[in-house]
C-alpha cells in the first residue's frame, strides 16, 4: 500500500512522532515520511493512505502544513485513507494556565484542522485525529508516546 507520512515539526518532536508511525505503518519500499517542504507532486501519486501531522502552536498546525494542504487540488484524494496527528501539551500542563485551558477548549488543537483538510479535499479519515504529548512547549516528547505512535499507525493499517 503506497502510503505518504507528511510532517512539520518545530523543534524534533514531532519528527520523531512521524518517523515512529512510518516505521510502523509498514516497509520502507511502500512508505515515504517527508518534511512537508520535501513533498513533490509525483508523492502524491497513487496513494493508498496519507498521514499528516503538524506541532500544535496558536492551536493551529504549523503553516506550511496549512499551506501544503491548501495547495492539494480539490477531491483529488478521492479514495485515499487519509489520518492526521499533532504534538501537543499535555493537558496537566494546559490546565495549569487558565487563559489556555479556555482558548484550547475553543480551539483545540491542530490535528482536527488537518484532518477536515484532508476530507475536503476527498479522503476517507480511517480514525479519529490523534495527539500526542510533549513536555511544556518544546519537549521532549512524554515517555510512552513513540510506542504510542506506532500503537496508533498499527490501527490504522487495520482499519484500511
Known amino acids: 500500500m503506497k502510503t505518504l507520512v507528511v510532517y512539520e515539526s518545530a523543534y524534533g518532536n514531532t519528527e520523531k512522532i512521524a518517523l515512529a508511525i512510518g516505521q510502523a505503518l509498514g516497509a520502507p519500499e511502500q512508505v515515504h515520511i ?10 502524491l501519486a497513487g496513494l ?25 487540488p480539490g477531491r483529488s484524494l478521492a479514495g485515499v485513507k487519509v489520518a492526521a496527528f499533532d504534538t501537543r ?4 500542563d494546559v ?20 484532518a477536515g483538510r484532508l476530507v475536503r479535499k476527498g479522503g476517507e479519515l480511517v480514525l479519529p485525529p ?3 504529548y510533549v513536555a511544556g512547549t518544546q519537549g521532549p516528547l512524554i515517555e ?9 499507525a498499527r ?3 487495520a482499519a484500511c
Request: aromatic share 10%; net charge positive; hydrophobic share 45%.
Open 155 to 157: 490501527r490504522i493499517v
Open 95 to 114: 490546565q495549569k494556565i487558565r487563559i489556555l485551558a479556555f482558548f484550547v477548549s475553543i480551539f483545540g488543537y491542530a490535528a482536527k484542522p488537518i
Open 89 to 92: 501539551m499535555t493537558e496537566a
Open 144 to 152: 510512552g508516546e513513540l510506542e504510542r505512535a506506532g500503537q496508533w
Open 48 to 72: 493508498a493512505l496519507m498521514v499528516v501531522g503538524s506541532p500544535t502552536q496558536k492551536f493551529c498546525p504549523l503553516g506550511t502544513i496549512t499551506r501544503f494542504l491548501k495547495t492539494i
Open 130 to 132: 490523534e495527539g500526542f
Open 34 to 43: 517527508a518534511r512537508v517542504t520535501d513533498v513533490k507532486p509525483e508523492h
